[in-house]
């Protein structure tokens, strides 16, 4: 089956400075890669996602980036306020039929 | 707030007790999902359910069962819980086939003393 890995587990950096999560998956066959961003109280929400046939999505100041032959995705934060501050989840799938497999999460901290 | 509504928000119960979680979703999904979320495994799928049926069981104890009414409503009957199921249960949904991802609720977060 599919296995997601995701680096780093915690990122702490100065607010208006980016961050970079990055996640490399197993399964050549994944179509699929959302993002899931988790406040404290609150469950996991989808802020973005991308298929294996776009390389980059851009949504105001997040953006992931994907390259299929190495088999890794990441998530690009820049100019990072107090309220990026939560628990980002990347995840893979096959199709749309599959589960999604869930990387290990990364605690991004923005210090104002 | 989402379209996933859990309740309660927070339970403690007892290693003898019975209770439930309730989850409702109001996006006119077709699939279900219970997800357990704990600091030694963030996310931890459960059960699944497409159009009301039961397709996924990844291995749970059956100290917990699930019930599934209908498209829009979704249950965790808990019973005889051990300390070590104390974690965040999160409800999610999806239209299954579409390709989009899950939507969650806020969680349920359980203590079992």
């Known amino acids: 089956g599919e296995n997601v890995e995701q680096h780093p587990s915690t990122l702490s950096v100065q607010e208006g400075d980016s961050a970079v999560i990055k996640c490399t998956y197993s399964?050549?066959?994944?179509?699929?890669f959302p993002w899931y961003k988790q406040e404290l109280g609150k469950g996991p929400q989808l802020i973005i996602d991308i298929r294996s046939n776009v390389g980059e999505k851009k949504d105001q100041r997040i953006a992931v980036t994907l390259n299929k032959t190495a088999k890794h995705f990441s998530l690009h934060i820049t100019e990072t306020q107090p309220e990026d501050s939560a628990v980002y989840f990347c995840a893979a799938r096959r199709d749309a039929g599959n589960m999604l497999t869930f990387g290990g999460g990364t605690r991004l901290m923005v210090k104002p | 707030e989402t379209g996933v509504t859990q309740t309660p928000r927070h339970l403690v119960m007892g290693m003898t007790n019975k209770k439930s979680l309730k989850c409702e979703q109001h996006?006119?999904?077709?699939?279900m999902y219970w997800y357990k979320q704990s600091a030694k495994k963030p996310l931890e799928l459960m059960f699944v359910?497409?159009?009301?049926?039961?397709?996924e069981n990844n291995s749970v104890p059956s100290r917990f069962s699930p019930e599934c009414p209908n498209s829009s409503h979704l249950f965790l009957h808990l019973h005889t819980l051990q300390p070590e199921d104390s974690a965040l249960y999160l409800c999610a949904s999806s239209q299954f086939g579409t390709g989009r991802g899950l939507f969650f609720g806020s969680g349920t977060q359980l203590s079992v003393l």
């Open positions: 996006l006119g999904h077709n699939a």
């Open positions: 359910y497409n159009f009301k049926e039961q397709t």
């Open positions: 399964d050549s066959a994944s179509n699929y």
